[in-house]
């Protein structure tokens, strides 16, 4: 009697699904899948840090200081200041009162916003505001100022920073009601030496920040930002 082979064969489909059902291959499979998704995040950050210079190159928002142009849980790509700068910049920075003159604007308004280390503390969380004025180191700024953006003070004796400690810029924040006065006047910065700033901030991704990672991992591209008033702050 001849052997019977359809009992003591296994068919190629039977072994291919077993394979494909192994510990070992669904394994295989989450290593490679997670590796390609590190590799492609990896090589957009390299490709974003190429263009823009700061790294981060994106920043998340977790504060309403600059709406309605700049959303809380937006992401905004950040570009070194010096590398594209516009008309009549300072430091690669154009300021609202020059941009005023010249028709600059960015995020719907006169001048540049810019990503800076209040009172150039590394320690401290970054804000991002919109550059004001420049001032000389000394200076009587209180005339140049926008009488509206600097409370009560009468005179440059009552205006905090002002004569100016330094040469910099006089920032603010764009909501018409968190943020109605400089952030010199209220004491979230001192004048804002140009070394303090990280970037300027060039066009945001609506909602993407509320997706919050940190850059000390691999796979991470943004950074927490926090755009508060020092007085109130919505991250340290």
């Known amino acids: 009697m001849g052997r019977d082979e359809s009992t003591s064969s296994t068919s190629p489909d039977e072994t291919e699904e077993a394979a494909d059902t192994s510990p070992t291959f669904r394994l295989g499979l989450y290593v490679r899948d997670i590796s390609t998704s590190v590799g492609a995040v990896m090589l957009v950050g390299a490709l974003l840090f190429a263009v823009s210079g700061v790294w981060p190159p994106l920043v998340a928002i977790e504060s309403g200081s600059m709406e309605p142009h700049i959303d809380t849980g937006d992401m905004v790509f950040v570009m070194d200041a010096e590398r594209f700068p516009g008309q009549e910049a300072r430091h690669g920075v154009v300021t609202a009162a020059t941009g005023a003159e010249t028709g600059y604007r960015t995020f719907q308004q006169s001048g540049d916003v810019i990503v800076f280390e209040p009172n150039g503390n590394e320690q401290r969380t970054p804000i991002i505001h919109r550059s004001m004025l420049w001032v ?52 979230a910065s001192t004048v804002v030496r140009p070394e303090w700033v990280i970037g300027t ?3 945001r991704i609506p909602r993407l920040g509320y997706v919050r990672v940190q850059p000390s991992q691999l796979w991470h591209t943004a950074a927490s930002l926090a755009v508060g008033e020092a007085s109130a702050p919505t991250a340290s």
């Open 136 to 187: 000389d180191a000394g200076e009587n700024w209180y005339d140049r100022a926008n009488q509206t953006y600097i409370g009560s003070a009468d005179s440059c004796d009552e205006l905090r920073n002002c004569p100016a400690p330094h040469a910099g810029f006089i920032t603010k924040g764009d909501n018409k009601v968190t943020n109605t006065r400089y952030d010199q006047v209220t004491g």
């Open 201 to 203: 901030g060039i066009f």
